[in-house]
């Protein structure tokens, strides 16, 4: 995927048997995966025109162009969605998306290479990084709180952590 677009959300399958979708959104305001179209497959080779119905249960009731049949929702579920970067809004300087802190290299405090970040985490009690590197034999979890990172350099592509007791092998 391209560092211009971002995932913003992605297809649960159909809702119903008339072409609507279930939407799940991975927006900070849900309803906004509507207002950043056209959105995009991961190969960036699909442009969708997506309109929100409604809300329902863990997201939302929307329609897609070309999508007339439950089998044709059938068809697109467990596709993420992908904005342009330049369609969304700009973030606070504390705030970041999570693509951009992927492959991120981490340093400790005292500039000891812990690994790189190869994923984000968000099971609803806050951001987590996942981190792999030497010594780390499945990887390590770190809170993205500003206690245990307290530098996000994105210009250099690095963090600075002072990670939780144990989180890395010393």
Known sequence: MSDDRI????????????????????????????????????A???QFALTLDRAIKNGFAATIDGVATKEDGDALRGMRLFADRDALPSLPDDEFYHADLIGLDVLDTGGRALGRVSAVHNHGAGDVLEVH??????????????????????????????????????
């Open 7 to 42: 995932c913003v959300g992605a297809i649960a399958g159909s809702y119903g048997v008339q072409g609507e979708l279930r939407i799940k959104s991975f927006c900070a305001e849900p309803a906004a995966i509507g207002d950043y179209g056209p959105l995009w497959d991961e």
């Open 133 to 170: 590197g030497p010594g780390l034999k499945n990887g390590a979890l770190l809170p993205f709180t500003i206690e245990a990172v307290p530098t996000v350099d994105l210009a250099a592509g690095r963090l600075i952590v002072d990670p939780p007791e144990g989180a890395f092998p010393e």
């Open 44 to 46: 960036g080779t699909r």
